[in-house]
């Protein structure tokens, strides 16, 4: 997760932005064809990364843990699609879903975040 998965989606997440400060609105989009591949890569590796979790040993359960790491591999490929298509607001969006696939899976099997709902985890979706 650390050495592949959150870089990746950082790289994603970080690519597109409307940053608001007092008198000033910066609005962060790739522009070269160079930050466009670093995107598109990065969309890979999430997507990439949700299939290394289906795989023996990471597999935690044939069920839940199957279903939220395809998840994040639909919301990688989403990512790349957009990116692909140097849509920005597309690669926005997909962000979010790729913010929500591992949100989702972080709330049922990170004990820590796991333990701190004696309910149950939350739905974490749009």
């Known amino acids: 997760m650390n050495s592949v998965i959150d870089p990746s989606a950082d790289l994603i997440w970080e690519s597109v932005a409307t940053i608001q400060t007092p008198g000033e609105t910066e609005e962060r989009r790739p522009h070269t064809t160079e930050e466009w591949t670093k995107v598109q890569d990065g969309a890979t590796m999430v997507a990439e990364s949700g ?68 309910n149950g985890p939350p739905d974490v979706t749009k």
Not at 77 to 88: C, G, I, L, N, V
Request: negative net charge; contains cysteine; charged residues 25%.
């Open 51 to 118: 299939n290394l979790l289906m795989m023996v040993p990471r597999a935690k359960d044939g069920d839940v843990w199957m279903k939220m790491a395809q998840g994040l591999t639909d919301a990688g490929m989403e990512a790349r699609k957009a990116a692909d298509a140097k849509d920005a607001d597309a690669l926005f969006n997909a962000g979010a879903n790729i913010y929500y696939a591992c949100s989702n899976c972080h709330v049922r099997y990170i004990d820590e975040i796991k333990n701190a709902y004696p």
